[in-house]
C-alpha cells in the first residue's frame, strides 16, 4: 500500500514561511488529482489548496498567502506557506487522488503547522 509522506512542519511565528512537501512512497497510477487539507483542533478537515490537470484553487483564507505547486516527474506537491497566521495552526494532510473510474483516494498521516509567537 503507497503512503504519503509530508514533511516541513513544524512552529513559526506570525508573518513567517512554512514549505510543506509530500511524496508518495511508492509509485501511483495516474495521479489525477494532488493537494492539501488542515485540520485545527475542535474543527472539520478542510481544503486548503488543490492542483488538477493544470489548474488550482485555494481556500478563501489562504489565497494570496499559499500557493500549491506540483513536480509531476517526481509525483511530489508542495505548499509554500507565505505571511502565516496563528489561525493557520493545524495539522495538515497530503492527498492524492489517482486511477480509472471512481479511482483512489490516498491520505497522508499529516504534519503539524503551528504559528505562534
Known amino acids: 500500500q503507497v503512503q504519503l509522506v509530508e514533511s516541513g512542519g513544524g512552529l513559526v511565528q506570525p508573518g513567517g514561511s512554512l514549505r510543506l512537501s509530500c511524496v508518495p512512497s511508492g509509485s501511483i497510477f495516474r495521479i489525477l488529482t494532488m493537494g492539501w487539507y488542515r485540520q485545527a483542533p475542535g474543527k472539520q478537515r478542510e481544503l486548503v489548496a488543490i492542483t488538477s490537470g493544470g489548474s488550482t484553487r485555494y481556500a478563501d483564507s489562504v489565497q494570496g498567502r499559499f500557493t500549491i505547486s506540483r513536480d509531476n516527474a517526481k509525483d511530489t506537491v508542495l505548499l509554500q506557506m507565505n505571511s502565516l497566521r496563528p489561525e493557520d495552526t493545524a495539522v495538515y494532510y497530503c492527498?492524492?487522488?489517482?486511477?480509472?473510474?471512481?479511482?483512489?483516494?490516498?491520505w497522508g498521516k499529516g504534519t503539524l503547522v503551528t504559528v505562534s509567537s
Open positions: 492527498y492524492v487522488h489517482a486511477g480509472l473510474g471512481d479511482g483512489m483516494n490516498y
